[in-house]
């Protein structure tokens, strides 16, 4: 495993790699998983499909100022390089690209990359300027890495919603492959964020899988369940729980996360559905979701 943090060590190599396999007669296919670290299974996770589907894994660990709010968590963001690189050994990965913010943003930057409508919504509502602060860093890491295919949980479904409309939009040479949600065993959606929680908070976090869980075995189980009753179901059951402060609880179209009348029968619904939730568990705000099939509802 190769760790670089500049730039154009990475583009260095990776062309050498091409060229290499080009001589023998080989197509490099290269897979790539953007992170900002603090890895877990969840990373993990992307990273071995990374490892089955490509010849050669790239691993991006970078927390992205621009992303974050002003008063959001940029500077507190939970970091561990030793536990990351040990994490990406054992997954196989070849190259971390493991960039300081001066490299990725040497100057004040003029040029953003914002995808419209898809970010009206959500985490988009909630956090101004945080899908533009993805989009941007996306990008530039796509045209660092310019991978065959690229990585992205679901756990952020509207981020992968955002990002394959950014690919598709701006003729990006890469294949978008989501993942499934890896969760703890009770439930939880493992996420670099849980590490602020203490364990009565963790215990009170639960409520967010629960409560969508829930709302997903409604969806699935009463036939004349509306839109307007999945919402109920969600937010009932995650105002049971004290410590939780909903954020956001919806359902909508995926992945054009447009909205659903709230008397329409979600049977009715053609396509998939997206029930998502935003969560402040004390001061820590977790997202977590589900993505129902018609097939699945119906
Ligand atoms: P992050 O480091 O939080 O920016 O996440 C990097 C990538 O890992 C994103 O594509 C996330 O959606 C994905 N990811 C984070 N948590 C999970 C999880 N629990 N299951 C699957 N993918 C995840």
Do not use: W
């Not at 296919?29 to 996770?45: I, R, W």
């Not at 507190?76 to 960039?99: C, N, Q, T, W």
């Not at 930057?109 to 409508?117: D, G, M, W």
């Not at 952020?156 to 701006?170: E, G, H, R």
């Amino acid at each position: 495993m190769i760790v670089f943090t500049e730039i154009k060590d990475v583009r260095e190599h990776l062309r050498a790699e091409r060229l290499a396999a080009a001589k023998e007669g080989r197509e490099l296919k290269v897979g790539f998983v953007p992170t900002m670290g603090y890895l877990h299974e969840g990373h993990a996770s992307l990273l071995r499909s990374a490892r089955m589907d490509n010849d050669l894994v790239v691993l991006s660990i970078f927390v992205n100022p621009i992303q974050f709010g002003p008063h959001e968590d940029f500077e507190r963001y939970p970091r561990d390089s030793d536990k990351d690189m040990a994490l990406a050994k054992r997954e196989g990965v070849d190259i971390v690209f493991l960039p300081s913010v001066n490299e990725m943003y040497p100057q004040p930057t003029k040029t953003k990359v914002q995808v419209a409508e898809l970010t009206d919504h959500l985490c988009g509502a909630a956090r101004p300027g945080h899908f533009d602060g993805v989009t941007t860093v996306v990008s530039k890491l796509l045209n660092i890495v310019a991978p065959d295919r690229a990585y992205f949980g679901q756990k952020d479904a509207q981020q992968v919603a955002v990002v394959a409309q950014m690919v598709k939009d701006l003729n990006m040479d890469v294949e978008i492959v989501p993942c499934p949600i890896v969760r703890e065993e009770d439930g939880l959606a493992l996420s670099s964020r849980n590490v602020y929680l203490s364990p009565e908070e963790r215990q009170s976090a639960l409520v967010i899988s629960r409560s969508l869980r829930q709302a997903e075995q409604v969806a699935r189980e009463q036939e004349e369940a509306t839109a307007e009753d999945i919402v109920a179901e969600l937010v009932r059951t995650i105002e049971s729980e004290p410590a939780a402060k909903i954020d956001y609880a919806e359902i909508r179209r995926f992945p054009s996360l447009e909205s659903i009348p709230g008397s329409m029968r979600v049977k009715d619904v053609e396509g998939k559905l997206l029930i998502a939730a935003a969560v402040m568990i004390g001061t820590t705000r977790l997202i977590d979701n589900v993505i129902l099939t018609t097939e699945g509802v119906k």
